[in-house]
């Protein structure tokens, strides 16, 4: 763990992490999120009304979408028009489900909340961003609508959410992957958890060699440490509570 990586981190150590909340006008919430040099614009916006097959069920949803800037990497990448693209897609559903894996959707009513997440600059680790981020911006979101009079029951959402990647390079485990780093991983790992540690999703994948399950306890071990670091910075762009 006391070896050096490109950036200048230890093995264990996250990126820097920066959170800079109601970063646009309009959105009903809103965060710029930045790990070390990954900058993904974090947006919510409240529909009043749900997805068709939610419509008279008493109940809202929280859906997730992404995208990348033409210019958020080394090369132009081209904006996804008339069809997107099966890695966004993938990213979309992953952003959806884990958020609203902490949304009560009933005491939400019946109204949709979409998180919208643009990476402008990517350096690995742009979903994990997204997630981390788009939490933010959804509690944002909630806190608006309870100080333009809307009343919930209870607080939708009670736990924290956050997500971090993992990979192992030579046999060694390294925490929040940068691009290059992503890029050379034998193994790459995405956790997403609740504050108390609970897991909503685990991406793990051999992608140039398999993993023992030690290893994997030892990713999920390491995960856990920079999670927390995550749930302190969503906490301070929060004004230090969920609701």
């Known amino acids: 763990m006391n070896k050096v990586r490109n950036d200048g981190r230890l093995l264990n150590q996250p990126r820097a ?13 809103s965060v710029l999120i930045e790990t070390g040099e990954t900058k993904v614009i974090c947006t919510a916006s409240v529909e009043e009304k749900v997805p068709p097959f939610l419509k008279g069920k008493g109940t809202g949803w929280v859906s997730g979408e992404y995208s990348m800037l033409p210019r958020s990497t080394s090369t132009r990448v081209n904006r996804e028009r008339s069809k997107v693209g099966g890695r966004t897609q993938e990213i979309q559903r992953l952003i959806g489900r884990s958020l609203r894996s902490v949304v009560n959707l009933k005491l939400l ?3 949709t909340i979409w998180i919208d997440c643009d990476v402008i600059q990517a350096d690995g680790g742009t979903r994990t961003a997204s997630i981390t981020g788009g939490y933010v911006a959804l509690v944002l979101a909630l806190k608006h609508l309870q100080n333009q009079g809307i009343v919930f029951e209870k607080f939708p959402v009670e736990k924290q ?26 193994v ?3 956790v997403i958890m609740t504050h ?4 909503v999703e685990i991406q793990g994948t051999a992608e140039k060699a ?6 994997m ?3 999920l071990d390491l995960a856990e440490s920079g999670l927390n670091i995550h749930f302190e910075g969503q906490l301070q762009a929060l004004g230090g509570k969920i609701n």
């Not at 046999?171 to 034998?186: G, I, K, P, Q, R």
């Not at 398999?210 to 290893?215: E, G, I, L, V």
């Open 188 to 190: 790459d790992m995405n």
């Open 17 to 29: 992490l920066k959170m800079m909340p109601d970063f646009t006008k309009h959105a009903e919430g």
């Open 161 to 186: 959410l956050a997500a971090i990647s993992l990979g192992i390079i030579n046999d060694e485990v390294l925490l929040d992957l940068n691009y290059l780093e992503d890029s050379n991983a034998d």
């Open 109 to 111: 009513g019946e109204r």
């Open 210 to 215: 398999t993993f023992s399950r030690k290893k």
């Open 196 to 199: 108390d540690m609970k897991i």
């Open 217 to 219: 306890n030892e990713m």
